[in-house]
């Protein structure tokens, strides 16, 4: 799976300032750097000050063109497998698979069926990619946490 980063550094020194990971759809991305279907994203892609408004709802960050220059910018990530759970036309669980979401699982009633499995590299991921499986729009958070890589134990 792939991870990516909005990373900025300063234009004057051009050394590396901070980062912080987002998730849009590769899609989305190839349409707003102008790129064809079949290229995966995994080079350094500028972002200009007429793509703000593309990056917006997915990023925490303040941007300032003045100081720094922004990238998008793509690393090899582990991913975890998440599971939704319907119960009931009004019940559902969206957790992860596996032994990590067993105490989630454990609260399922006996009737609850299997419906969807996805793979995220964050909750952020997890949780966009379930909200447009739900037709619900896009998710939305204020914690960078949420947008960190998982911690994958080894």
Known sequence: MIQRFVRWY???????????P??????????????????????CYK????MISEFTRVLLLQFDFEKYDYFVESEESQGL?????????????FCLAEEKGNSA???????????W???????YEAMEKYYQ??????????FLDDRLPY???S
């Open 117 to 123: 499995t996805v793979s995220a590299t964050s909750h």
């Open 133 to 142: 499986y739900m037709g619900w729009g896009h998710y939305s958070s204020e």
């Open 105 to 115: 699982k454990s609260l399922l009633s006996p009737k609850a069926k299997l419906t």
């Open 47 to 50: 972002i200009e000050a007429t």
């Open 81 to 93: 497998v998440h599971e939704l759970w319907i119960e009931s036309d009004i019940e559902q669980t």
């Open 22 to 43: 987002f998730y849009l759809r590769t899609e989305e991305l190839q349409s707003i750097f102008g790129l064809a279907s079949h290229n995966p994203l995994f080079d």
């Open 151 to 153: 911690a994958i134990e």
């Open 10 to 20: 300063d234009k004057e020194e051009g050394s590396f300032v901070g980062e912080e």
